[in-house]
């Protein structure tokens, strides 16, 4: 079992940086993929980022490319997505997910985070 507490939310100016937390319980966290999902109002949820157990290899969605930066720190059973150059379409419940393979991690999850919000005004 792998619970995943997400943190770093919050209310932003267009233009300005965040980032986001993921603090992940268990020993095998280095096991895991990790990926960043969001959701914004009255939208499906979408793919954000995703990286390998190692760090490795990493993977973003094209609306996000060369804005965010996601990463792992397996020493600290966390993963972070920082955000820069954010827009106000950025706004969303941001979500942290975990897969045992990389390549599901995009389409089925094998565990999900609470969320945080990200809220970008103009």
């Known amino acids: 079992q792998v619970q995943l507490v997400e943190s770093g939310g919050g209310s932003v100016q267009a233009g300005d940086s965040l980032r986001l937390s993921c603090a992940a319980s268990?020993?095998?966290?280095?096991?895991?993929?990790m990926g960043w999902f969001r959701q914004a109002p009255g939208k499906e949820r979408e793919f954000v980022a995703a990286?390998?157990?190692?760090?490795?290899?990493?993977f973003y969605a094209d609306s996000v490319k060369c804005r965010f930066t996601i990463s792992r720190d397996n020493a600290k059973n966390t993963v972070y997505l920082q955000m820069n150059s954010v827009k106000p379409e950025d706004t969303a419940v941001y979500y942290c997910?975990?897969?045992?393979?990389?390549?599901?991690?995009?389409?089925?999850?094998?565990?999900w985070g609470q969320g945080t919000q990200v809220t970008v005004s103009s």
């Open positions: 997910a975990a897969a045992l393979v990389l390549v599901k991690l995009r389409t089925v999850p094998e565990y």
């Open positions: 268990g020993r095998t966290f280095s096991s895991y993929a």
């Open positions: 990286i390998s157990g190692s760090g490795g290899s990493t």
